[in-house]
């Protein structure tokens, strides 16, 4: 696996530190981890994908996440690239399947490094589409769990309002697998009857027709595993959730991160987190209270909408991977459902046109991940494969 992994990172560029700790026995014996770089591992330093962090000293001890990894026998090889402070600037890593591409931001490397093969599963983040994004770009499984469900302690902040860990792994069991170690707690009843709808929220994005063929497609399978399944536009006014959702994130990065802009580390930082930052600085308590509330009332108007309904079925963005142009991808089809906080996950669903792999998104209230995952599971033995991708000769 080290051989596999330092040849594709000559070209994808998805780690920043590795790590030669050794395994232990225990039920995720065998299985190697990636961690993303904003998440403490002992003996490592967190240098959040910044240079304002170059001379962040080894972090003295694991993230929470990472030590229940570790107690159940999982071995971490290293730290995954992220965008800076898991904001939206793109680093220099790849996407595995087209090196022209990006692998979506934030936790890029870990997103990159599952989709080609080289890692079974790997810890990142979401505070707006920052997980769900490049595992979908990539062509793995991206998991994020209920907001609150996994500890937070040993993670460097953006948005504690949404910042929730997360994993991507090469299939569902993993997943799930990985969550039962990181929160042991985790209910294991399996679910009952549930009912489902399928539909994508209301907005200018235009969606590729060979990315709709995959949520029909997807839709067809769901219908074979539930009576209980209907079509129907997702009720939220997209634009206004993104516009109060920026807002209150960049005011809790500046209350986390002010001290960047005052002593002298300014001008290391990258152009959209340093605007992010200023951005923050010039929101009111007004206007924090405010948009607060707009998204504390759409969080309670969707689920209230959704009453009676177990799963949504959509598509996490529109099309794939774009290509290496400043951007970290597509997020605001993503921005609600993180507000909303209830359990995601991506499943690779073939490919595109341009041979990009796509991806289909099932979702579900606060709460409910067992059955996300039980379902999803289920609708992945379904699936069209995505290949894994070819390294380069070069």
Same mark, same amino acid.
């Given at each position: 696996?080290?051989?596999?992994?330092?040849?594709?990172?000559?070209?994808?560029?998805?780690?920043?530190?590795?790590?030669?700790?050794?395994?232990?026995?225990?039920?995720?014996?065998?299985?190697?981890?990636?961690?993303?770089?904003?998440?403490?591992?002992?003996?490592?330093?967190?240098?959040?994908?910044?240079?304002?962090?170059?001379?962040?000293?080894?972090?003295?001890?694991?993230?929470?996440?990472?030590?229940?990894?570790?107690?159940?026998?999982?071995?971490?090889?290293?730290?995954?690239?992220?965008?800076?402070?898991?904001?939206?600037?793109?680093?220099?890593?790849?996407?595995?399947?087209?090196? =022209?591409?990006?692998?979506?931001?934030?936790?890029?490397?870990?997103?990159?490094?599952?989709?080609?093969?080289?890692?079974?599963?790997?810890?990142?983040?979401?505070?707006?589409?920052?997980?769900?994004?490049?595992?979908?770009?990539?062509?793995?499984?991206?998991?994020?769990?209920?907001?609150?469900?996994?500890?937070?302690?040993? $993670?460097?902040?953006?948005?504690?309002?949404?910042?929730?860990?997360?994993?991507?792994?090469?299939?569902?069991?993993?997943?799930?697998?990985?969550?039962?170690?990181?929160?042991?707690?985790?209910?294991?009843?399996?679910?009952?009857?549930?009912?489902?709808?399928?539909?994508?929220?209301?907005?200018?994005?235009?969606?590729?027709?060979?990315?709709?063929?995959?949520?029909?497609?997807?839709?067809?399978?769901?219908?074979?595993? =539930?009576?209980?399944?209907?079509?129907?536009?997702?009720?939220?006014?997209?634009?206004? /959730?993104?516009?109060?959702?920026?807002?209150?994130?960049?005011?809790?990065?500046?209350?986390?991160?002010?001290?960047?802009?005052?002593?002298?580390?300014?001008?290391?930082?990258?152009?959209?987190?340093?605007?992010?930052?200023?951005?923050?600085?010039?929101?009111?308590?007004?206007?924090?209270?405010?948009?607060?509330? $707009?998204?504390?009332?759409?969080?309670?108007?969707?689920?209230?909408?959704?009453?009676?309904?177990?799963?949504?079925?959509?598509?996490? $963005?529109?099309?794939?991977?774009?290509?290496?142009?400043?951007?970290?991808?597509?997020?605001?089809?993503?921005?609600?459902?993180? $507000?909303?906080?209830?359990?995601?996950?991506?499943?690779?669903?073939?490919?595109?046109?341009?041979?990009?792999?796509?991806? /289909?998104?099932?979702?579900?209230?606060?709460?409910?991940?067992?059955?996300?995952?039980?379902?999803?599971?289920?609708?992945?033995?379904?699936?069209?494969?995505?290949?894994?991708?070819?390294?380069?000769?070069?």
């Amino acid at each position: 696996m080290t051989g596999s992994l330092q040849a594709w990172d000559r070209h994808i560029y998805a780690f920043v530190a590795l790590s030669e700790t050794p395994a232990m026995a225990g039920p995720l014996a065998g299985l190697t981890v990636g961690v993303k770089d904003i998440i403490d591992v002992a003996g490592l330093p967190t240098r959040n994908g910044s240079a304002a962090c170059e001379t962040a000293p080894p972090a003295d001890r694991d993230a929470v996440i990472v030590q229940r990894l570790r107690a159940a026998g999982a071995r971490i090889v290293g730290k995954t690239t992220t965008t800076e402070f898991a904001f939206t600037d793109p680093m220099p890593c790849r996407n595995p399947h087209d090196l =022209t591409r990006s692998p979506g931001g934030s936790s890029s490397g870990s997103g990159a490094a599952v989709g080609a093969g080289i890692l079974d599963i790997a810890l990142g983040t979401q505070t707006a589409g920052s997980l769900i994004r490049p595992a979908a770009y990539c062509g793995a499984v991206g998991f994020k769990p209920s907001a609150g469900l996994l500890p937070l302690n040993g $993670v460097t902040p953006l948005a504690r309002s949404f910042d929730t860990v997360g994993i991507i792994a090469r299939d569902v069991p993993l997943a799930r697998r990985a969550l039962e170690a990181m929160s042991p707690s985790a209910p294991k009843a399996e679910p009952g009857e549930w009912a489902a709808i399928c539909g994508l929220w209301e907005t200018d994005a235009e969606v590729r027709s060979d990315w709709l063929q995959a949520m029909n497609e997807a839709r067809q399978a769901l219908a074979a595993l =539930t009576p209980h399944l209907a079509s129907r536009d997702l009720p939220a006014d997209v634009d206004k /959730v993104v516009a109060a959702h920026r807002t209150v994130m960049c005011a809790e990065a500046f209350a986390s991160h002010h001290a960047l802009l005052a002593d002298g580390k300014a001008h290391l930082l990258q152009p959209k987190f340093r605007a992010g930052l200023e951005a923050g600085r010039a929101v009111s308590d007004a206007a924090l209270s405010e948009a607060r509330k $707009v998204l504390a009332d759409a969080r309670t108007a969707f689920w209230g909408a959704m009453t009676g309904t177990d799963l949504i079925l959509t598509l996490p $963005v529109p099309e794939g991977a774009p290509l290496l142009d400043g951007t970290t991808g597509f997020q605001d089809w993503l921005t609600p459902w993180t $507000v909303f906080g209830g359990p995601l996950i991506c499943l690779p669903w073939g490919v595109d046109g341009l041979f990009r792999p796509r991806s /289909v998104m099932l979702a579900a209230p606060p709460g409910e991940d067992l059955l996300l995952l039980s379902v999803a599971a289920r609708l992945e033995r379904r699936a069209p494969k995505i290949p894994l991708p070819h390294l380069p000769k070069s």
